[in-house]
């Protein structure tokens, strides 16, 4: 089966008790994606802590985190939102903390706003 | 003195044995050494089998730490293979032990499947040189993909990683290869531009994030060094990021009430 532009939509309570769901779910996707259990590890890692960030530190658009993947080649890309605060101007020590694990378990990062809401792309590739 | 297909082996022997795999890492060799030792194996296996479990099954366990031991074993370092094989392989069946103890509230099925999962994942990283991937895993062990997934997910949210566990070779707990004086203190809360995140963390944990963060090493490469299974530094890595999370918010809480 052609995996090449995969698109997954994911819409979720935003509750810390639905960590491991997020989890769950990525893990699947990281597979699709041909991740090996290092590199699927590191995006579980991301994941988990942008969506408790949400659940924890920021206004959301709603009561629900909205997560799109998308499988490219070896890479995966994730946008996740939509929240109404900017976590790239977040100066406070859990904003800092967020930043810090993107960093250290993504290829790269970064934020985009629309219309006040914001979100952010997160990007890894496959190594193998 | 080793056996090997009912033939006794002298020390001698077993030297030429492990020098020639060394050199070639042929699997008929090896195949060669596991024969000899498996007497050793079956004995250190009946010491557990007054523990609930069958000696097949301990039998087998045994044999990965035979596995390993071979794989990790220099016979220039002038000691016997036993004396090093023998630790590894009862740390092998104490920590099979320790899995089931640790998931007990896990159904028996899931359990097997973490051990058999956990397994598989060490072995391929021996052999590759890195984690292998889902699909991998499946092909080795024959479970289904989504099996697999599930199994991973669920070893890491029932399974809460002591630091007091012991390590592979069954002699030193996490606390002891953790720890010891540490400077890394400073060094990751500066990295981390989260001056004072860390001092709620103990020095176990920080030396992990230090190597994690500051080092760069991957869970493998942590794994293989403190010499415990990836899954094991899995487990311990979410447990820690947990802690300095809780750690931030708490604080981050504080600073805004304050």
């Known amino acids: ?128 | 003195m080793a056996s090997n297909g009912g033939k006794k082996l002298s020390r001698a022997e077993t030297d030429i044995l492990f020098k020639r795999y060394r050199e070639d890492r042929n699997p008929e060799t090896k195949s060669q050494i596991v024969d000899a030792y498996m007497d050793l194996v079956r004995s250190l296996a009946r010491r557990f089998a007054n523990r609930g479990e069958p000696l097949d099954d301990l039998v087998q366990v045994a044999s990965m730490g035979l596995l390993k031991a071979i794989d990790r074993f220099d016979p220039d370092r002038n000691i016997q293979f036993t004396t090093y094989a023998v630790p590894t392989i009862v740390g092998e069946l104490r920590r099979y032990f320790r899995d089931r103890a640790a998931t007990i509230r896990v159904p028996r099925g899931l359990r097997e499947r973490s051990y058999i999962l956990n397994t598989a994942v060490q072995n391929h990283l021996q052999e590759h040189g890195r984690t292998p991937t889902i699909a991998e895993i499946s092909a080795i062990t024959g479970i289904n993909e989504e099996d697999v997934i599930e199994g991973l997910e669920s070893n890491e949210a029932s399974t809460l990683a002591s630091l007091d566990s012991r390590t592979d070779d069954g002699e030193l707990s996490l606390l002891d290869v953790l720890g010891g004086e540490d400077k890394t203190l400073g060094l990751l809360d500066e990295r981390l531009s989260l001056a004072g995140a860390m001092s709620g963390l103990d020095e176990r944990e920080q030396r992990l994030l230090y190597l994690r963060f500051i080092e760069g090493l991957s869970q493998s490469e942590i794994a293989e060094k403190l010499d415990i299974s990836q899954m094991h530094v899995s487990r311990l890595l979410r447990q820690t990021l947990q802690s300095l999370r809780n750690e931030l918010t708490t604080s981050t809480r504080e600073s805004f009430s304050s």
Do not use: W
Request: glycine letters at 4%; charged letters at 30%.
């Open chain 1, 1 to 128: 089966m052609d995996k090449l532009g995969d698109n997954i939509h994911i819409q979720i309570p935003a509750s810390e008790e639905m960590a491991d769901i997020i989890r769950l779910a990525t893990t699947a996707i990281a597979n699709r994606a041909g991740f090996d259990l290092d590199q699927s590890d590191d995006i579980n890692t991301a994941m988990e802590e942008v969506f408790r960030y949400y659940c924890t530190s920021c206004s959301m658009d709603g009561t629900e985190v909205k997560l799109d993947f998308v499988i490219e080649n070896d890479s995966l890309r994730v946008r996740a939102g939509d929240s109404l605060n900017s976590l790239a101007e977040n100066n406070s020590k859990i904003g800092r903390y967020c930043r810090f694990i993107l960093d250290k378990f993504t290829d790269s990062f970064h934020e985009v706003s629309e219309q006040g809401r914001y979100a952010i792309i997160i990007e890894k590739t496959s190594d193998l």
